[in-house]
């Protein structure tokens, strides 16, 4: 039997996606993402009740602060059920951006030592961070019957605000990845910028506070077209704004694209500077 000889060499310049290299290291994925579940919630005493707590003790925080002494506008509805609906997509963008960014980092080790797609990485740190979402995703739904909501026929829509969130923050993710391995002020940024971000959002008040002169910048951010249309879907605020969800798609696909096309580009120095 004749001696297999595979020869890795650095590839040049800008590359797309191996998708049948990934699947081929999908069993790797599956591993990883158990791993960093079961790390999050090992030896802790609340286990996956920390995916209750933290979206739930921020809205209450939110709800005492800009709801009873700022008195914001949560257009017709209690601000408590109006900021949770918002924080549900919001946790998990932030939770994922943060560990998507800084999973190389952490690993640095394995990537120095073995070869497998460096995707992998921020896609773990999606793929684990899915079940605090859907957790959270459930408390969403029993504080909605309990404070009296109906569900309608606008649930069709959820998948795709699910597809855009998606996208947003593994293509920010892997965009930050890539460059905290280059650059290590983007670790020590990283929290700041995340609390910006969501103030850049519509999380603790309404799109209908911003200047209607700014809105379409403002809607730039595809994290409003998804909270927007979380509150459309389960509170009935407003009808679907397709405004704000298809300006977002397009910058969630525009995001998603540079960010992969970017780590993929950098890729090859992962292992030299990590």
Do not use: C
């Amino acid at each position: 039997m004749g001696l297999i000889v595979t020869i890795i060499r650095p590839s040049k310049g800008w590359r797309g996606v191996n998708v049948k290299e990934l699947l081929h290291y999908k069993d790797l994925l599956r591993f990883l993402t158990i791993r960093g579940i079961k790390a999050k919630y090992a030896q802790s005493i609340l286990g996956i009740g920390w995916a209750i707590i933290q979206p739930l003790v921020t809205t209450v925080v939110f709800t005492i602060i800009f709801g009873n002494l700022a008195k914001v506008s949560s257009e017709g509805v209690p601000y408590f059920i109006f900021s949770l609906t918002a924080m549900v997509p919001w946790t998990y963008f932030s939770n994922t951006l943060t560990d998507a960014a800084n999973s190389l980092i952490t690993n640095a080790n394995l990537i120095t030592k073995v070869y497998f797609p460096r995707l992998v990485l921020p896609l773990t740190a999606a793929l684990s961070k899915l079940l605090d979402f859907l957790i959270a995703f459930t408390v969403l739904i029993v504080m909605l019957l309990v404070y009296g909501f109906s569900m309608n026929w606008t649930l069709i829509w959820l998948p795709l605000l699910i597809i855009i969130l998606l996208l947003t923050s593994l293509g920010a993710g892997m965009l930050l990845a890539a460059l905290a391995v280059q650059y290590r002020d983007v670790k020590h940024a990283l929290s700041f910028m995340v609390q910006l971000l969501m103030y850049a959002a519509p999380v603790v008040y309404p799109t209908s506070n911003v200047p209607e002169a700014y809105r379409i910048w403002y809607a730039l951010n595809p994290m409003v077209g998804v909270i927007e249309g979380f509150r459309a879907v389960f509170l009935h605020t407003q009808p679907m704004p397709w405004n704000y969800i298809g300006l977002g798609t397009m910058v969630a696909i525009f995001l998603f694209i540079g960010g992969l096309f970017y780590f993929r580009k950098m890729e090859r120095n992962f292992a030299d500077v990590a």
